[in-house]
């Protein structure tokens, strides 16, 4: 059976609290563009990207240990089906390994979609870099439209 879930990790020199502030700086690491609340339970927010979008509510916080965003919308104009990541989630995991902290991200049903590889590319990048960056450096590289 094919996975259903994308799944990436950093490990970086900072505490759990703050690795839960810097994912929720999304404005700072993925998308320019971002209209809304990013930080706590039941707040909801859009990123735009020209004239695709995803609308997203976090649905659980535990805090510095967990953030789950479920994409409540969408607008995907480069794809077959514009909707395409409408109800899929997103899970951030916060943990301490070896006087390190470990973020995990798994977004789960993307691998099922028909933008799999190229979101899974994008997604990767978004983690691996711009945030990885974000957290060492002080900036990360999100998109600018």
Known sequence: MKNQEFNCSITVNITPKEAFKMI??????????????????????????GTTWKSFKITEVIPDKKIVWLVSDCNLPWNTDL???????????ISTENNSTKINFTHIGLSKLDCGNQCMNSWGGYIKQSLFKLITEGKGLPNKF
């Open 83 to 93: 909707k395409e990541w409408k109800g899929t989630q997103i899970v951030w995991e």
């Open 24 to 49: 929720s700086r999304v404005s700072e690491w993925w998308i320019m563009e971002v209209e809304g609340k990013t930080k706590k339970l039941n707040d909801e927010f859009t990123v735009r990207a």
